[in-house]
């Protein structure tokens, strides 16, 4: 893997390293992480295929016939989250989307991040963004504020100049920068990242949503009920989310829970 400066979001105590997904067609929603993202696959393993950046996998996809669909009122996926390096990329890739004429579903201002969203051919959510320096995160009584505003694709744009390169595949330098979560019930979500993951909580969207973090960052986890409120424990022979891995600075060994819907959270050593 090649040395490369990392946004903050990956140099936290505990980051995000990668998320697994399980597919229908493995082969079909590749081909559609390497193109509209820009991924590059990195290991293939029967029915698996590893895609990621510059050596650094981030996701893993695990390809079956016999799984179903997934019910997006459960538990699961929200979005993966590719956080890009710089907002000249992000430009990059608005322009990339325009071109393809890709669905978008969303693009918003959070404050600490500016983001579109969209979906894959099973559904799972994706989020395009790019964070704004932390000196900039806007703070009320010591947290982190965020809220969702449109993007001004106008000031996005203008970071594209006469004669600059246009979208040549995710840049060296991206990562998966949060995961966002489908679960029953925010308090039970909040708890269990408290205790088991030792997240700290940043803010909270009402009783919908609840972001949490390591290290100061905005969030590397946010959990919400909006669609599915009450959801019990996740069933295993669907297609969506597998897994959601953790690099943890302060671990030394490799290991595996699952939260209380059943979602597996991998956890390994960071490799400096």
């Keep these: 893997m090649t040395s490369l400066f990392l946004p903050f979001a990956a140099t936290t105590p505990v980051s995000i390293g ?23 696959e990195l290991r293939r393993a029967g029915s698996t ?16 016939a016999a799984l179903r669909e997934d019910d997006p009122r459960s538990a699961g996926l929200f979005h993966t989250a590719f956080l890009l390096p710089a ?32 979906n894959d051919p099973d559904g799972n959510g994706i989020e395009i963004y790019v964070d704004r320096d932390r ?13 969702t505003e449109r993007l001004d694709f106008d000031s996005l744009m203008g970071e594209l100049r ?8 995710a840049p060296a330098g991206t990562v998966v920068g949060h995961v966002h979560l489908r679960v029953g019930d925010v308090e039970a979500a909040e708890a269990w ?4 993951q030792g997240f700290d909580t940043i803010t909270h969207y009402g009783g919908q949503a609840v972001f949490l973090s390591s ?7 946010g959990a919400n009920v909006w669609r599915s409120r009450g959801a019990g424990r996740r069933e295993e022979d669907r297609t969506g989310l597998s897994f959601v891995e953790l690099l943890s600075r302060d671990s030394a060994n ?13 956890v390994r050593p960071h490799a400096a």
């Design 215 to 221: 290290g100061g960052y905005h969030h590397h986890i």
């Design 254 to 266: 490799e290991s595996a829970s699952r939260d209380p819907w059943g979602t597996e959270i991998r």
């Design 193 to 196: 990242w408290n205790e088991a």
């Design 87 to 118: 907002r000249a990329d992000l430009a990059r890739w608005t322009q990339h989307a325009a071109d393809a004429r890709l669905a978008i579903d969303g693009a918003s201002d959070h404050f600490v991040s500016e983001a579109i969203y969209l």
């Design 49 to 64: 295929i590893g895609l990621g950046v510059d050596g650094r996998e981030l996701l893993e996809i695990e390809g079956s």
């Design 162 to 169: 006469d004669g600059a390169a246009g979208w040549r595949g």
């Design 135 to 147: 000196s900039e995160w806007p703070r009320e009584g010591g947290s982190i504020r965020m809220a």
């Design 18 to 40: 990668r998320v697994g997904l399980r597919s229908r067609d493995a082969e079909g929603l590749a081909a559609f992480y390497r193109s509209v993202l820009g991924l590059d």
